[in-house]
């Protein structure tokens, strides 16, 4: 079972700063089948990326992934205020074991 | 819209059974692979099961795999868990998932589970 580690736990930062969210794979993911998901206090997941650098519908440009093999980053260009949430990292593709990272908690400093 | 309402949450006992149903609309529901997904009261998420679009395949996750059970009606536009042998650790939010290019990309706003004698 390939097992995601995501980067700081908890990050601490102001609106208009630049987020960076590390996601590492205990083995190579094949396809590049990463997909990042944004949730909210009382809310469910949103798709934010998938294929590790596709944006899903309607998510804004602001918001970019990249990386391939063990090694995945989500970044937001300049964060709004709606962007403070968790973000998790989640493994797919044929296999069943379907995987989640940790998450990481965006917090406003 | 992709619209996806679960239910069928509530109190159980340890060791009882409880049967989750998921409703979907605004999709066409017989193209689609379905997962759960369930998430512990301040946790993370945790995947539980997946289905194919037509029931063909399923695999669910080692800590769930002969307890529950996965199905759909693609007549109703339905997802189904069924939960047996429920222990104090299944105590979650369970949300259903649809899946578009192995992403999940439509959820719905959970049923929550509580084991607790």
């Known amino acids: 079972e390939i097992v995601l580690t995501q980067s700081p736990g908890t990050l601490s930062l102001s609106p208009g700063e630049r987020a960076t969210l590390s996601c590492r794979a205990s083995e190579n993911i094949s396809n590049n089948y990463l997909a990042w998901y944004q949730q909210k206090p009382g809310q469910a997941p949103r798709l934010l990326i998938y294929?590790?650098?596709s944006r899903a519908t309607g998510i804004p440009d602001r918001f970019s992934g990249s990386g391939s093999g063990t090694d995945f980053t989500l970044t937001i260009s300049r964060l709004e205020p709606e962007d403070f949430a968790v973000y998790y990292c989640?493994?797919?593709?044929?296999?069943?074991?379907?995987?989640f990272g940790q998450g990481t908690r965006l917090e406003i400093k | 819209e992709v619209q996806l309402v679960e239910s069928g949450g509530g109190l159980v006992q340890p060791g009882g059974s409880l049967k989750l149903s998921c409703v979907a609309s605004?999709?066409?529901?017989?193209?689609?692979?379905l997962n759960w997904v369930r998430q512990a009261p301040g946790k993370g998420l945790e995947w539980v099961s997946y289905i194919s679009s037509g029931s063909s395949s399923i695999f669910y996750a080692d800590s769930v795999k002969g307890r529950f059970t996965i199905s759909r009606d693609n007549a109703k536009n339905s997802l189904y868990l069924q939960m047996d042998s429920l222990r104090d650790d299944d105590t979650a939010l369970y949300y259903c998932?649809?899946?578009?290019?192995?992403?999940?990309?439509?959820w719905g706003q959970g049923t929550l589970v509580t084991v607790s004698s």
């Open positions: 294929g590790a650098s």
């Open positions: 605004g999709f066409t529901f017989n193209s689609y692979s």
């Open positions: 998932a649809t899946v578009r290019s192995g992403a999940f990309t439509g």
């Open positions: 989640q493994r797919y593709g044929t296999s069943p074991l379907i995987t």
